[in-house]
């Protein structure tokens, strides 16, 4: 069974400074798909950034960007310039294109300290 | 595009009592997965739908829970007869074939006293 972790519960970042949220995943498939979801207060969880395994590149959204290191099976995110707004829990999914459903992380807390 | 659509928002109901949670998914996306959140146990899995036909319930908890989608535009996810242990968020979900994130509904705060 495919595993997700993250190992920082919680995590925090002074505004206009950068952070990154570790993931790690385990996984014997080669075809897969890796996710990092927000859910603010509002509770609302909104798809920040997805990463196909099969692309080398590192997938990139304005200030959000991703370390994929897929022989090592980890996914981490980095944000760049935080923000107020950027306070929430942030979840890492992988995907199982088999499956068809993704497995989260248990989500790493980010506080943005102005 | 209304984006996935969760009613209600709250619930509260007592030990005992038949609970309906519904969803209408975005217009287009085949696929329907119900998930419960709860501190303890993070996001877990309930049971997901691929056109309209439950693929995976592995993940329902127990008999009392059962889930439905008479069609490609409403689910319902029910608990009878619930219990406090039940009480979490549950979120629907929906994504279309060629895109495998989830677009997830504001999800149903559940609390069962």
């Known amino acids: 069974a495919q595993t997700v972790t993250q190992s920082q519960p919680e995590m925090s970042v002074q505004e206009a400074e950068t952070v990154t949220l570790s993931c790690t995943y385990d996984?014997?498939?080669?075809?897969?798909?890796l996710f990092w979801y927000k859910q603010p207060p509002s509770r609302q969880m909104i798809l920040v950034i997805r990463?196909?395994?099969?692309?080398?590149q590192n997938a990139t959204e304005n200030r959000f960007s991703v370390n994929f290191q897929k022989a090592a099976k980890s996914f981490s995110l980095k944000i760049s310039d935080s923000q107020l707004g950027d306070a929430a829990m942030y979840f890492c999914?992988?995907?199982?294109?088999?499956?068809?459903?993704?497995?989260f992380g248990d989500g790493t807390t980010l506080t943005v300290k102005p | 595009d209304a984006g996935v659509i969760q009613s209600p928002r709250h619930e509260v109901t007592e030990m005992g009592q038949e609970v309906t949670l519904r969803c209408k998914p975005i217009?287009?996306?085949?696929?329907l997965f119900w998930y419960r959140q709860t501190m303890m146990r993070g996001l877990e899995l309930l049971i997901y739908f691929n056109n309209n036909v439950p693929i995976d319930d592995s993940g329902m908890p127990e008999d009392r829970f059962s889930a439905k989608m008479p069609n490609a535009s409403f689910s319902t996810l029910k608990i009878q007869p619930s219990e406090p242990r039940d009480s979490a968020v549950y979120f629907c979900?929906?994504?279309?074939?060629?895109?495998?994130?989830?677009?997830f509904g504001s999800g149903t705060r559940l609390t069962v006293v």
């Open positions: 990463q196909e395994a099969y692309k080398q």
């Open positions: 999914a992988y995907y199982n294109t088999n499956a068809g459903k993704s497995t």
């Open positions: 217009s287009g996306h085949n696929s």
């Open positions: 996984t014997s498939e080669s075809d897969y798909y």
């Open positions: 979900a929906s994504r279309t074939g060629g895109n495998y994130g989830y677009t």
